[in-house]
């Protein structure tokens, strides 16, 4: 009898054990780190306003938890994109993001309960090429290689203004290297070597511009002077300097009448 009641005992232990843990893992559910959690609960009304924050939660056994990341995501993308001179570039955008925790339950709602990664490969990505299409197909091949700065800010500004009032902070985007069919690059490679020869000539041209006024300039100070020097040669001063020449000499010459007199003789 004994035995019978202690294994009852065992049993009820036992199945109260398992029911409890049962209903402690229907009722919890853990936010990954980094990440919120919305509630959605069809016995409370839908979306829950209210958003988890990482941790265990307890929670109804009918509510369904979808977690957003509020940390920094990085998402690469690949895209073929058109140029003002009708050829197609292919273009990696890497893209880092940040959903914003005060609207995660709004994004929710409006995707329908879409997580983060399928939104990534939907709404994000199909805004990004939407946007990086119409930037680049008012560039050509070579400005793309000459304005890759300013291309990249104006996607940024535009796409950061579409998805961010949705509740998406874009932190960066980075473009990467366009790359071209092997026709395409050719062609580029061949522009790019006759601008070279262009810029040496043009640096020549400018060294010989600039000796050439270096001359004319040498030129017209050695006339100056020259100009000065004869200018202030006058008979007096010849005059003078002869005999000035004479004194140091030790003699003078004298004229007197139509006699010339040696003073030293």
């Known amino acids: 009898m004994m035995e019978m009641r202690t294994i009852k005992r065992i049993a009820w232990t036992g199945l109260v054990t398992v029911v409890g843990a049962t209903g402690f ?3 919890t559910e853990t936010v990954s780190q980094g990440k919120v959690g919305v509630v959605f609960d069809r016995m409370q009304g839908g979306v829950q306003e209210e958003v988890l924050t990482e941790g265990l939660h ?15 995501e990085t998402v690469e993308y690949e895209f073929s994109l058109p140029t003002a001179d009708t ?7 890497v893209l880092d993001y940040q959903n914003d925790p005060a609207k995660v339950s709004d994004i929710y709602s409006e995707w329908r309960g879409q997580d983060s990664k399928a939104l990534e490969q939907g709404y994000l990505k199909n805004s990004m090429m939407g946007i990086a299409s119409e930037v680049v197909s008012k560039y050509t091949i070579l400005d793309l290689n000459n304005n890759r700065a300013e291309i990249q800010a104006k996607i940024f500004e535009a796409f950061t203004n579409k998805v961010g009032e949705k509740g998406f902070n874009v932190s ?3 473009l990467g290297k ?3 069919d092997e026709q395409t690059e050719k062609a580029i490679q061949d522009v790019v070597n006759k601008q070279q020869e262009l810029k040496a000539l043009e640096i020549e041209k400018q060294k010989a511009e600039i ?3 270096k001359k004319m300039i040498e030129a017209k100070a050695e006339a100056d002077a020259n100009k000065t020097i004869s200018s202030s040669i006058t008979e007096e001063l010849i005059k003078m300097k002869e005999a000035e020449a ?8 004298v004229q007197t009448g139509q006699a010339i007199v040696d003073t030293n003789k």
């Open 178 to 180: 366009p790359s071209y």
């Open 25 to 27: 893992f229907l009722c």
């Open 246 to 253: 004479r004194l140091k000499h030790g003699w003078v010459e």
């Open 172 to 174: 960066s985007i980075v």
């Open 58 to 72: 307890f929670v109804s056994p009918m509510a369904r938890i979808t977690e957003y990341p509020i940390s920094t």
């Open 211 to 213: 000796a050439a006024e």
């Open 87 to 93: 050829k197609t570039i292919a273009m990696s955008m």
